[in-house]
């Protein structure tokens, strides 16, 4: 039911209360039975050990341990525990994370007041909110937080803020008179108060509504419950590789087996070598060095004002085509700041944001000095004068560094923007006191739309200053400051004025009006419409919740990278608009729709239309989530922003949802993946840049592990092939494993991005790992270590008159060496000679450890006869290190070669 369209007679008669006495006792039991408590349902919770086990259902778990038993059956119980170690590991993150993923709803029921004062039996009560029921008539003033849905009967001069539900950054002045129109979304129901939101001025009483889940929130609570968050697209694409890679790797050991045993080689020799094979290539390390690379994307994020609460989450914002971002606090600052003035048809510039008090005021371009000016001096003390509000200095301390300053606001933030403008000016409310003494106050009425203090300054002269919307003011008016004296209010000079409004408001500029009277000596302090009459129109300060400074080049970033920034906001049409040419978000063409327009449109409608559209204006929380589901639907992924209750289910439902730090709701915050921790959007082009990393060095671990396995595969597949002897003992196979893809492809996850990773379009959500050619740099690369191992092989194996220890010692290192040089060709999508070598000194480092455990096993004489190695001369180091250097130097070189066409 609209409840905001009905009389007040038929609120009372439709809930079934009385507002003089509101509900028996006996009454409200009934309906507290048959409603049930004023409680969010929590929605039926999986049991904790359900949920850690299903982390072990993963294809790739499964197999890994299978690859457990068949390296304990072999004798590798290090590899048994190493792999059953990196399982447990994942299974615990996976169980914590989603954990810590389900307290939205917990943090959303806080939002719910805990007591509530109602009228029970012609008392008023204060009881826990959760026993308050639909009729109960309650009583709310400054300071309540809202407990239920309410339709407002009586109120004075009350304000409530509701930026947490609708994104409106200013407070809501409500009234109690019913409202005509058919639809209006939740920030245009003036006469109604909903759960979680906050009283910020006034009083006044109501009827309750709405309950629980019939509540605005509770709606927002269903839809936490019902949206189910989105695998990501790297879950996908290594749930694909892990089956591809498994089933191509049993395939090509099972053929090495079988072409081993048809060409006289024993069983129990081919079975360890082929068993062998087959654990080297399984991708047992590729979960552990995505847990890496991700761990170590997320404190490389920390340092850049981003926390990461669900691991992969930053790499899905790498491949992220849409930001959908909440305007209020995220792109804006939620600071309410004087950026216009006019006076006498003249206009400043007021430079300066938030709430420091520093900044110009220019005239055409040039600086100019307010107290040189009447009506500019009039214009901003008067404001100053006129307001309530307090900018008050904290000072915040920081070891070894200055003491910063930061400005606060306590107060209304419209009348926070006068004082600051004053500020700018060198007028404080301690000097301006010195001069003027407040002696009356006639308060904001919603009816007036104004509000005046009477002032008596040092000579004992009372003044009226008068604030408030410019066309009630100039209706007051009779005469006009212009250039330093006062002139009669002209029909050109109202024409002036309403241009001046109509200019500022074109530019979403609030807009406020100051006026004054000097008052007779023996005139009486009557009622405010006797007094506030025949004013002097000083002038307009026009203000704006102004963009963040850096916003505007991260969006143009974010456009470079390919990725379209959608401002989604509960603010109206025109400031969002507004905002978002100031900030480049709306392109010409661009369209801007609002909430009762979307409302109108069917889902598929909005599918069509979604991608032509750039702000969304005065939306619900349900729009937010139909905005991004059609994204989602035209294939986009989609990164949502946001700080309030109202972001939460859209937070959730994208495919990453990200939270701001300092002026996000708990539940959006636990809806969310990423926190940016100084609300800076700016922060969220560092969060793609380091995804995009992320999964290029996963790409790269892969790219070198696949080859590196390709590698040792083929040596053993051609030597069965060519009838010769088994080129690599089994526990040669097991140590190149163990050496090659642990430490060198830990480093590979901790390089750095390359310089273009920013200038390239977002990946296709339905590219494969292998895309981009990756499948032939695996393939010719395996391909061409495994034929330069088995050539170092069959000539030493020649040349020694079938020295079999020698020739597979000198194979092994030739493996080895072939995929400790491969690991630097792996560091870039080009080639070896595209990047510095010694960049990356993780990579350095492993490289250096590994060749030293590679040379362990053939120069220490108790390990020889464990690894079938012998020491090698120095002619045969030289084959190693030429045939090695092959597969990268040649290939490279050749790549090379055709990107230089």
Not at 454 to 472: E, F, N, Y
Request: proline share 4%; charged share 20%; hydrophobic share 45%.
């Amino acid at each position: 039911m609209n409840w905001y369209r009905e009389q007040e007679e038929d609120v009372i008669s439709k809930t079934g209360s009385n507002v003089e006495v509101g509900i028996t006792t006996k009454e409200a039991k009934k309906r507290l039975n048959q409603v049930g408590p004023n409680k969010l349902d929590e929605g039926k919770k999986t049991p904790a050990i359900l949920v850690f086990l299903a982390q072990f259902k993963d294809f790739m778990v499964l197999v890994l341990l299978a690859a457990t038993l068949i390296s304990g059956l072999i004798g590798e119980v290090i590899d048994a525990i190493t792999i059953m170690c990196i399982v447990l590991l994942n299974g615990i993150l996976g169980y914590v994370q989603e954990r810590k993923a389900e307290k939205s709803l917990d943090a959303l029921k806080e939002l719910s007041a805990p007591q509530m004062t109602v009228k029970r039996d012609g008392e008023w009560v204060k009881i826990p909110s959760a026993e308050v029921v639909p009729g109960d008539v309650v009583r709310i003033e400054s300071g309540d937080r809202i407990g239920a849905d309410i339709r407002l009967l009586h109120t004075n001069e009350l304000r409530v803020d509701e930026a947490s539900l609708t994104g409106e950054s200013v407070p809501v002045h409500k009234k109690s008179q019913s409202l005509s129109s058919e639809e209006l979304e939740i920030g245009d129901q003036e006469n109604m108060l909903f759960m979680g939101t906050m009283i910020t001025q006034g009083n006044g009483q109501g009827i309750v509504v709405g309950t629980g889940m019939k509540t605005e929130m509770g709606k927002i609570a269903h839809l936490l419950q019902t949206t189910e968050t989105l695998v990501t697209p790297l879950q996908l694409r290594l749930e694909q590789l892990g089956k591809m890679l498994i089933a191509v790797a049993l395939l090509l050991t099972a053929l090495v087996v079988v072409i081993g045993l048809l060409q006289g080689h024993e069983l129990n020799t081919m079975f360890l070598s082929g068993v062998s094979l087959a654990v080297a290539a399984i991708p047992e390390g590729l979960p552990a060095i995505v847990t890496v690379a991700l761990a170590l994307g997320v404190q490389r994020m920390i340092k850049r004002k981003g926390i990461v609460r669900k691991l992969p989450a930053v790499e899905t914002l790498g491949c992220a085509s849409v930001i959908c971002s909440d305007k209020t606090g995220t792109l804006t600052q939620n600071k309410m700041t004087v950026t216009k003035l006019w006076s006498g048809g003249r206009y400043w510039d007021v430079t300066g944001t938030g709430y420091e008090p520093s900044g110009e005021f220019l005239e055409n371009g040039k600086s100019v000095l307010p107290e040189q000016n009447r009506e500019l001096a009039q214009l901003l003390s008067f404001g100053l004068l006129a307001s309530h509000a307090e900018i008050v200095e904290r000072k915040e301390e920081k070891r070894f560094k200055k003491s910063q300053t930061d400005y606060v606001l306590d107060g209304d933030p419209t009348e926070g923007a006068l004082v600051v403008a004053a500020k700018k000016a060198g007028y404080s409310r301690e000097g301006l006191t010195k001069q003027y003494q407040v002696i009356h106050e006639f308060p904001f009425d919603s009816t007036r739309k104004m509000m005046s203090v009477i002032v008596r300054d040092r000579s004992g002269k009372r003044i009226l200053i008068t604030k408030g919307a410019p066309d009630v003011i100039s209706s007051r008016t009779s005469l006009i400051l212009k250039r330093d004296r006062s002139e009669r209010m002209s029909a050109k000079g109202k024409q002036e004025l309403e241009e001046a409004v109509a200019t500022m408001a074109g530019e979403a500029l609030r807009t406020i009006a100051i006026a004054f009277r000097v008052l007779d000596p023996h005139e009486m302090i009557q009622t405010a419409d006797q007094t506030e009459k025949e004013l002097t129109f000083i002038g307009i300060q026009a203000m704006i919740d102004p963009p963040r400074p850096e916003v505007k080049d991260s969006i143009a970033e974010c456009r470079e990278a390919g990725i379209r920034t959608v401002m989604i906001t509960g603010d109206h049409k025109i400031t969002a608009s507004a905002i978002a040419r100031q900030l480049n978000i709306l392109p010409n063409g661009g369209l801007v729709v609002d909430g009762q327009t979307l409302s109108k449109m069917s889902d598929e409608e909005l599918v069509e239309q979604i991608d032509r559209i750039f702000v969304f204006a005065r939306v619900s929380p349900q729009h937010k989530l139909r905005i991004v589901q059609a994204l989602q639907a035209n294939g986009h992924i989609v990164a949502m922003t946001g700080d309030g209750v109202n972001d939460a289910p859209a937070i959730k439902a994208a495919n990453i949802g990200i939270a701001m730090g300092i002026t996000g709701t708990d539940v959006a915050k636990e809806a969310s993946s990423l926190i940016l921790s100084d609300d800076n959007f700016a922060t969220i082009k560092e969060a793609i840049k380091e995804g995009r990393n992320i999964y290029e060095n996963i790409r790269k671990f892969i790219r070198y592990m696949m080859a590196s396995n390709v590698g040792e595969i083929l040596v053993m597949l051609f030597a069965m092939i060519l009838g010769l002897p088994l080129p690599l003992a089994a526990i040669q196979i097991l140590w190149v494993n163990l050496v090659t893809d642990g430490l060198p492809a830990m480093a590979l996850g901790m390089d750095q991005a390359e310089g273009d990773v920013m200038k390239r379009k977002p990946r296709s959500p339905n590219e494969g790992v292998f895309a981009r050619g990756l499948t032939w740099k695996i393939v010719s690369r395996g391909f061409m270590i495994g034929l330069v191992t088995l050539a170092a092989f069959w000539f030493v194996y020649q040349e020694h008159d079938a020295d079999l220890t020698r020739a597979q010692t000198v194979a092994f290192l030739t493996l080895v060496m072939a995929q400790l040089i491969h690991v630097f060709d792996c560091r870039s999508e080009y080639s070896v000679y595209h990047r510095n070598p010694f960049e990356n000194k993780y990579l350095v480092v492993a490289v250096l450890i590994s060749t030293l455990l590679m040379l362990a096993v053939i120069y220490i004489p108790s390990l020889q006869p464990v690894f079938h190695t012998v020491p090698i001369s120095l002619r045969e180091w030289l084959l190693v290190l030429g045939l090695a250097a092959i597969p990268t130097v040649v290939l490279g070189g050749f790549q090379l070669m055709k990107r230089a066409k």
